[in-house]
């Protein structure tokens, strides 16, 4: 959130970020004659059996008996979305043995690759290939590799591509025997909505299965998940399954779950109103709209952010605060004047945080030293203030993600994990009441639907989608999460069509992928499950001047109208309703009052304040 204008920081960064995307590639190898012993270990690798050995994402998948390479079917596969139509199978090879990927393609982007190779992972590409032809790479196996994962892929948003004669020539491995049963399954806190589950390693697994009442819920590559999407006061019981190129495992032992009440789960007691109006209040500076004292701040506020303690440093942790000087504000109160009103709004139920971060406070905390500064610092000036909680504002190149981090579930950034291990301290330290909330830009939170830091190959931008282990990890801390659904480019929503920002149906998408949850970077086994609707209010500019996007009045009672009575929705086809949505966020309340407080206004008149 920015202290003057607002920027085009993040409109432009879209259409370079994408552009960039599609020229990465992988690089082809030429292939050598194979040994006289070997053979061709693929399993219907010409499609004449339809998918069978097969895996499609996205049910992106299907057998074609026109255009052909040789015999009578061939493998069509359409990317959707963030889908690139990866179609994949896992082969049983040898250890320290060389193998030749080859495949016949057809299509405008068509990917050929080998993963878990135990060495160097390969892949090749073909652009623009009109008719047929080969692609064709080799790999060599680690010393302990019994298994690969073998895999053609389109490219987002491009035509349906084709695949056939598909072989992989080496020697063949080792029969594969089942996995062993998943033990030691546990279910840890539940929210009114979701149980998360961890479990232990199987040996021979390549991945698990979910089970909810005997029925498959959701598949996972490492040995936690969290099951989403359930009804709130009830009894659940849940296994999991290892798998394999062999198959599947039996059924883990049961554990038995059950879910909060309504509203209960996550957060702390916070003690807001059912719907709640958040703003920020620019405490430590001025701008174009001049500066409001708290106390005269109207009671129409819920949640008042204080704007903004900010480092001495990108990387030191060290957060200070301070009141606008007189110089800047002639009209600011005294520092006894400032927290007789932060006692006085708090005394009528209102919460006043401090916010760290916004536009030009980037904070970066690289270390564990910089992470216990933060802790330290920041509790300084919550105690100093006698304020009730903490909203992270990190925008710029406060997070991003290193390459080969790329499981929001499983962060292993340092300005990721310490941050999180450092939010989780302030959290133990103040408790159940400590309130928590978050302004990510869509950068950071919903372009992760279809990019996620770096990407596979490298160069993506790293920030892609890097505020989603931050916001997956603390969930159950999280009182709100208020996106700026504001300065910000496109964003492609749950129904796989872009959304710009200024008027409802940018909202409307926006918050049902908060609500719904996705598949990040479009990978079905890593979905960032849903938030609950109390933790979630939508976040606008109060004016014209204060960000890029502005929303009228009428505009944001059709978003609200949508998502809580499904009703105004336009085009857009929500994935539920929502009545019990928090609210409205807004940058900020010093300019909601240089517009005569449109933006409070229509707030109240919507909810009944």
């Known amino acids: 959130m920015e202290r003057t204008g607002p920027p085009a ?3 432009g960064l879209l259409a370079a970020f994408t552009a960039a995307l599609l020229a990465a590639g992988g690089l082809a190898a030429s292939a050598p004659s194979a040994a006289a012993a070997d ?9 004449e059996a339809g998918l069978d050995g097969w895996s499609c994402t996205g049910g992106s998948g299907a057998a074609v008996s026109s255009p052909v390479h040789g015999g009578t079917s061939a493998l069509k596969a359409t990317p959707a979305g963030s889908d690139n139509a990866k179609c994949s199978q896992t082969v049983t090879v040898k250890p320290s043995s060389t193998y030749t990927l080859s495949a016949w393609v057809q299509g405008s982007y068509v990917y050929l690759g080998a993963d878990g190779t135990g060495t160097t992972d ?17 790999f060599k ?3 302990s590799t019994t298994s690969v994962s073998v895999y053609t892929h389109g490219w987002y948003g491009t035509p349906a591509y084709y695949a056939d004669d598909l072989t992989l020539v080496g020697p063949g491995g080792d029969p594969v025997a089942l996995p062993a049963v998943p033990a030691g399954l546990k279910a840890g806190t539940a929210t009114a909505s979701s149980v998360p589950l961890s479990w232990t390693a199987s040996a021979g697994a390549t991945g698990y299965n ?3 009442g005997g029925t498959k819920v959701l598949s996972a590559t490492g040995t936690s998940a969290t099951v989403t999407g359930l009804a709130a006061s009830t009894a659940y019981s849940f296994q999991v399954t290892a798998t394999n190129a062999a198959g599947e495992s039996a059924k883990s032992a049961a554990v038995p779950a059950t879910t909060k009440t309504a509203g209960s789960g996550g957060g702390g007691n916070t003690d807001l109103p059912a719907h709640a109006l958040v703003g920020y209040l620019h405490s430590s500076f001025a701008n174009g709209s001049g500066y409001t004292r708290m ?3 109207p009671d129409s506020w819920d949640v008042i952010d204080l704007a903004f303690g900010e480092p001495t440093s990108v990387t030191s942790g060290d957060i200070r605060f301070s009141l606008c000087p007189v110089a800047e504000c002639p009209n600011v109160e005294s520092a006894a004047e400032f927290k007789a009103a932060v006692k006085a709004k708090q005394a009528a139920g209102k919460k006043v945080l401090i916010s760290i971060g916004g536009q030009n406070g980037q904070v970066q905390l690289a270390t564990t030293a910089a992470r216990d500064t933060f802790v330290s610092s920041v509790s300084k000036i919550i105690d100093e203030y006698g304020l009730d909680g903490l909203d992270i504002d990190f925008e710029g190149h406060s997070l991003s993600l290193n390459t080969g981090d790329t499981d929001f579930r499983s962060p292993t950034t340092p300005v990721v994990v310490n941050l999180i291990s450092a939010v989780k301290t302030l959290k133990a330290k103040y408790g159940e009441k400590f309130v928590l909330t978050m302004a990510p830009e869509t950068f950071f939170v919903q372009l992760g639907y279809q990019y996620y830091g770096s990407g596979p190959w490298g160069g993506q931008d790293p920030r892609a989608g890097a505020y989603l282990p931050v916001i997956h990890a603390l969930r159950d801390d999280l009182t709100l999460l208020h996106v700026q659904d504001y ?4 964003i492609m929503g749950l129904d796989n069509q872009y959304h710009s920002m200024g008027g409802a149906d940018f909202h409307i998408a926006m918050t049902d992928m908060l609500l719904t949850g996705f598949p990040v970077a479009g990978d079905q086994t890593k979905v960032f499950p849903g938030l609950r609707p109390d933790q979630v209010s939508i976040g606008l500019p109060a004016s014209t001047q204060a960000g890029n996007g502005h929303t009228s009045p009428a505009e944001v009672t059709k978003a609200l109208n949508c998502l809580t009575k499904k009703t105004d929705c336009g085009s857009y086809a929500t994935h539920g309703t929502w009545s019990g949505l928090r609210g409205l966020m807004t940058w900020s309340i010093n300019w909601d009052r240089f517009n005569n407080w449109e933006f409070s206004k229509n ?5 009944g304040g």
Do not use: E, H, M, P
């Open 9 to 11: 920081r993040i409109t």
């Open 39 to 47: 053979a061709d270990l693929a399993r219907n690798g010409t499609f």
């Open 122 to 138: 390969v892949s090749t590409w073909t652009q623009s290939a009109g008719s047929w032809k080969q692609l064709t790479t080799t």
């Open 141 to 143: 196996t680690g010393a």
């Open 210 to 212: 979910v089970y909810q």
């Open 295 to 297: 106390a005269d701040v």
């Open 487 to 490: 300065n910000s480019g496109s």
């Open 603 to 607: 707030f109240d008149a919507y909810f």
